[in-house]
């Protein structure tokens, strides 16, 4: 089954994105000549990406290593020049050593990926960093023929069902995925985020057989090269919508988030979010005319929220710090 690429490029067709990550790289040297033009990138090797151009024809083009280009970006190429043109979203994270990397472009939905036993505290981080990225989240929780796994469903409803979509499922059994395919159906290009183990090769399988990524934990397929190369690639899906495979994508720090897009963005804040508080760069702690405060006590933001919040504001905070000691050094 084909269908067009959303929005993009009417003559793509979606479901011939990239098929599997072992052929892509030799698939440009069946192309008779060389096609210019308007195209998006569809795999990055490192050293080179893939472009999929209108009209169905791919090939590689060389890139620089830091050259800056994603997965998803829109490009037109001329020869071998590649020209990246504006992006509607970038995806960014911040890596362990405080490195910042851009994820992938013109992505507009970020699933995060949650199983029973997998840590939830990055759950509003991520959420909040979607949100200020103009993706929308949505939280998969996976592993729904275990028991312990309606438990978390359960739970992650009371506090995230009134913010974002939920989609409780098995990737190993099925059950459930067919709410999660509609949704992405409706043209959405999105990526997975979650910690290791809790199935997101699996449902990247799962969505899009064709693709056959191997499905472990970290101590064996990935020391034996599973990605020798790390390579990105955008996936296409059969009944709609579209998916970035980006390996190692688990978690992310916050990358420039002010206090205010904080608690702008904030899930269980949003009831409260349109009101203003009495100082544009008010923090939400103890300012007077605080409209978070307002609602807390008023019961439009739970407790939970609020001491959650508090963490992230820490969190925000020390990075703001960082960056002023960094501005003095330079
Ligand atoms: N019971 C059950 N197990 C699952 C399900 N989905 C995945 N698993 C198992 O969970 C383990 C980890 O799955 P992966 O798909 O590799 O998890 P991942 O999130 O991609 O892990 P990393 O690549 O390390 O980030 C494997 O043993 C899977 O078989 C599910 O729906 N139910
Ligand atoms: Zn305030």
């Known amino acids: 089954m084909t269908r067009p690429v959303p929005g993009r490029f009417p003559g793509i ?35 080179s990406v893939e472009v999929l151009f209108q009209g169905e024809q791919r090939r590689m083009v060389r890139v620089k290593r830091n050259s800056g280009h994603v997965v998803g970006d829109e ?44 840590p939830g505290r990055f759950i509003d981080r991520a959420i909040v960093t979607s949100r200020t990225a103009r993706l929308t989240p949505f939280l998969v929780i ?19 069902a009134a913010s974002l979509p939920l989609f409780p499922l098995s990737a190993t059994t099925g059950e459930g995925l067919l709410p999660l395919r509609e949704y992405l159906a409706t ?15 699996s449902l990247m399988n799962a969505l899009c057989p064709h693709i056959k990524l191997a499905v472990g934990s970290v101590g064996d397929y990935r020391s034996m090269g599973r990605h020798t190369t790390t390579v990105s690639t955008l ?32 899930p269980g804040f949003e009831e409260a979010g349109s009101e203003s508080c009495r100082f544009s760069n008010c923090r939400h702690r103890s300012e007077p005319g605080c ?40």
């Not at 790289?25 to 998006?40: K, L, M, V, Y």
């Not at 996976?142 to 506090?159: P, S, V, Y």
């Not at 504001?313 to 960056?323: F, N, P, R, S, T």
């Open 13 to 47: 067709r979606g479901s011939d994105v990239v098929k599997s990550d072992s052929n892509v790289t030799t698939r440009h040297s069946e192309i008779p000549s060389s096609p210019a033009g308007n195209g998006r990138i569809v795999a990055h090797h490192g050293i």
């Open 75 to 118: 490009v037109s190429v001329n020869g071998e020049l590649l020209t990246r043109l504006p992006r509607a979203t970038e995806l960014r994270r911040r890596d362990a050593r405080g490195g910042v990397h851009l994820v992938a472009a013109n992505l507009d939905a970020l699933g995060i990926v949650m199983a029973p036993l997998s």
């Open 142 to 160: 996976n592993k729904c023929d275990l028991g312990e796994a309606h438990q978390l469903a359960a739970r992650l409803r009371e506090t995230y």
């Open 187 to 201: 043209g959405r290009c999105g990526v997975f985020i979650g910690s290791t183990g809790v199935g997101k090769s």
């Open 235 to 266: 996936h296409s899906l059969d009944g709609g919508g579209e998916l970035v495979d980006t390996p190692g994508f688990r978690d992310f720090g916050l990358v420039d988030i002010s206090p205010q897009d904080l608690a702008a963005h904030f």
């Open 291 to 330: 409209s978070v405060l307002r609602s807390l006590q008023q019961g439009r933001i739970t407790r939970e929220r609020y001491a959650s919040f508090l963490e992230l504001l820490d969190e925000v905070e020390a990075e703001e710090e960082k960056k002023r000691v960094r501005g003095w050094r330079s």
